[in-house]
């Protein structure tokens, strides 16, 4: 390869990545993070939520993100979140992700509490939750009918900064099971 591509190449990097900050990357976690299981340009918190890239089916591309209900062992939550920079303020934002969900396999197992998708600004250094909207378990559709369940929460930011959250809650007590599936999130304005 010349130099002059790589040269070019290196161009077209920097400007997708300062466009970038102004919109969601990654949205369909098709690009691997600081490890397999973690999708590039996404932070995530608590345990079991991960990058699948086997998992079926998928909305779009060949990954989406798997949270492994069965595996948690407290009742903290998982979730993950991304930085958006340069939004307008007053403008209406829409955070949508489709979902998919697998009941737990025995009658004694609970499935997560809830599944919220937050919109957050900073200020002064502070989250502040400017939209936020709390689904149920059983508001999502089955991997056995086939459809994703979009979800979505709209928000107008506080400032230029958006932060879109998705936080899922596990069963607070007892033998938990069931898994949940997310895919092909957007960021989207009026
Ligand atoms: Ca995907």
Known sequence: ??????????????????????????????QEGVGADQAESWERWGDWINRETEWTPVRDGSCMIGYHHWKIENSNSSGLYQDIENVTPGKEYTFKVYAMRDDPYNADECPPSSIELRLESTVDGQQVTVGSKVYKFNDISTTLSGTWTPLRVSAKPRNSTLRPVIIVEPCIEGKRGGTLKLDDAALISE
């Open 1 to 30: 390869m010349t130099r002059f591509k790589l040269l070019l190449i290196g161009s077209v990097l920097s400007l997708v990545i300062q466009a970038g900050a102004q919109t969601l990357q990654n949205p369909s976690f098709e």
